[in-house]
Nanobody, 115 residues
């Protein structure tokens, strides 16, 4: 059974930091690219950062210089370090794993940035 368990969300003030984690089980994690998505209230889900199986990384323009995506294949885990958070970063953050034939979503973790 495949599971993706996300953690690390919470409420912070603007300028604060959070580190999201996504731990996978039931799959060979190293084979999958990983994307972090977020969905703000009333908005569509959007990609914020992605990392392939061998490392190339992309960021949405809105988070460049503030967010860092990483992975530890030995731990079957991916991370999203979020610094200098802004109110517009508020939303539910999801990790998404995909290879050529399969894809899996995490359950989401809430991030709220507010003063």
């Amino acid at each position: 059974q495949v599971q993706l368990v996300e953690s690390g969300g919470g409420s912070v003030q603007p300028g604060g930091s959070l580190r999201l984690s996504c731990v996978a089980s039931g799959i060979e994690f190293a084979r999958y690219a990983m994307i972090w998505y977020r969905q703000a209230p009333g908005e569509e889900r959007e990609s914020v950062a992605s990392i392939t199986t061998f490392g190339p990384i992309k960021y949405a323009d809105s988070v460049k210089g503030r967010f860092t995506i990483s992975r530890d294949n030995a731990k079957s885990a991916g991370y999203l370090q979020m610094n200098d958070l802004k109110p517009e970063d508020t939303g539910v953050y999801y990790c998404y794993l995909l290879d050529l034939v399969r894809s899996y979503w995490g359950q989401g973790t809430q991030v709220t940035v507010s003063s």
